[in-house]
């Protein structure tokens, strides 16, 4: 009899445990089913919102049908627009193989194995300042064969020195990305070369170094793969083919040399004991060689934060900039003339300077990693619009 009035309590609590459970899986359900009433209203009312604020919804039902039409005209204009891009492309492939020979000879008078004939000198311009600078040149060529032809060394000059670090320089979205430590590099940059691929549709960028003390390098190479199709998601922003990925190389610094990285120490302090640590630790430093380091592009780009989406952002644009308007137009870049850059707005500088938490861990960078390069840095900053470019060297004005 025992056992089964034990039995029957042991039921009956059985019975009350499952009424207890069922009752929290009762609350919890009512819960979500409360929340999913929730997020449909606030989306219907998201959806009701948008459609109030379409200039459509105020049309007449006519119109509205006539819109529609007019939309889906649209939608084979930019059918129209891809073929139209992508023979584009084909025809520049085409007439890069007739400039090349042109960026050829250029490449051999920059770096002096060719000297030009004077009547391949033979450029006048009827621009007055122009004019001016070929008057002041040719009191400099005189002064020169007076002294031999000489520079400031004991070699005369070849080429014209710096050509390529004074054309990037002069283009405001680049010089942003120069810093003084990088100079000194990029004076050994002795050409930069574009070629474009039919299949997949896309560019390489090359930069042609000279022998250096910097890296082992002698040409450092960034790919662009480019997209000539409209999103789903949004076909009528269409515009034309756009870059999705690059790919940089990989840079074979010398000891000591590489600018990208810098050694900080920073001091850290115990909780408990209060004793004090310095720490070495190696970081990312700014540098124009980060150009050829570029984040990887995420199968999904919804997973871009904000950050890495404008790093990306600017790669691409610069990219496009060396391609379409430095190579092709290097000289005028050097000489500062190219002043126009419609490409990118102006930003006031006045906003973009940070405040620094002085409460901070304290840091010393270390010199050992950069070879004193990275100490007292500045940004060498090109200027757009009508202010200053950079001057070529060996041409300052008094």
């Excluded at 899986?25 to 979500?32: G, H, K, M, N, R």
């Excluded at 084909?90 to 008078?109: A, G, Q, V």
């Excluded at 890296?215 to 662009?224: E, G």
């Excluded at 490409?343 to 409460?359: A, I, K, L, V, W």
């Amino acid at each position: 009899m025992g056992d089964l009035k034990d039995a029957a309590q042991s039921g009956d609590g059985s019975k009350t445990e499952t009424q207890e459970n069922m009752e929290t899986v009762d609350i919890e359900s009512a819960q979500t089913l409360e929340q999913t009433i929730e997020q449909r209203t606030l989306a219907a009312n998201a959806e009701m919102a948008a459609l109030l604020a379409n200039p459509l919804y105020c049309l007449p039902k006519p119109v509205r049908r006539n819109v529609r039409a007019l939309k889906k005209l649209q939608l084979e204009h930019v059918l129209i627009e891809v073929d139209f891009f992508k023979e584009l492309h084909e025809l520049e492939i085409k007439y890069e193989n007739k400039f090349n020979p042109l960026y050829e000879k250029r490449t051999s008078i920059v770096t002096g194995a060719y000297v030009p004939t004077e009547d391949e000198c033979d450029y006048q311009s009827d621009h007055e300042k122009e004019i001016d600078l070929a008057d002041a040149v040719q009191k400099v060529k005189v002064e020169d064969e007076e002294s031999g032809e000489k520079g400031d060394g004991n070699e005369p000059v070849k080429g014209i020195p710096e050509f390529w670090v004074t054309a990037l320089k002069n283009a405001p979205a680049i010089a942003d990305m120069i810093e003084e430590y990088d100079e000194p590099i990029l004076k050994h940059l002795i050409d930069i070369k574009a070629e474009t691929y039919k299949d997949p549709m896309s560019f390489m960028l090359e930069f042609h170094f000279e022998p250096n003390e910097y890296f082992t390098n002698t040409v450092l190479t960034k790919f662009y793969e480019l997209r000539c199709s409209p999103e789903e998601s949004d076909i009528f922003a269409f515009e034309g083919p756009e870059i999705v990925k690059s790919k940089g190389c990989t840079i074979d610094w010398k000891k000591n040399k590489n600018v990208t990285v810098k050694t900080i120490k920073k001091k850290q302090k115990h909780k408990a004991r209060g004793a004090v640590r310095t720490v070495t630790k190696t970081v990312t430093n700014d540098s124009f060689f980060n150009f050829f380091s570029p984040p990887a592009v995420p199968e999904n780009e919804d997973d871009l934060d904000e950050e890495v989406q404008g790093i990306l952002n600017n790669d691409f644009e610069v990219g496009n900039l060396i391609k379409d308007r430095i190579i092709p137009h290097a000289v005028l870049f050097f000489t500062g003339e190219n002043l126009v850059d419609d490409d990118f707005d102006e930003e006031d500088d006045e906003g973009d300077e940070e405040d620094y938490d002085e409460d901070e861990d304290e840091e010393d960078e270390d010199d050992d990693e950069n070879d004193n390069q990275c100490l007292n840095r500045k940004k060498s900053r090109g200027q757009s619009g009508n202010s200053q470019q950079q001057a070529p060297p060996e041409c300052k004005q008094q």
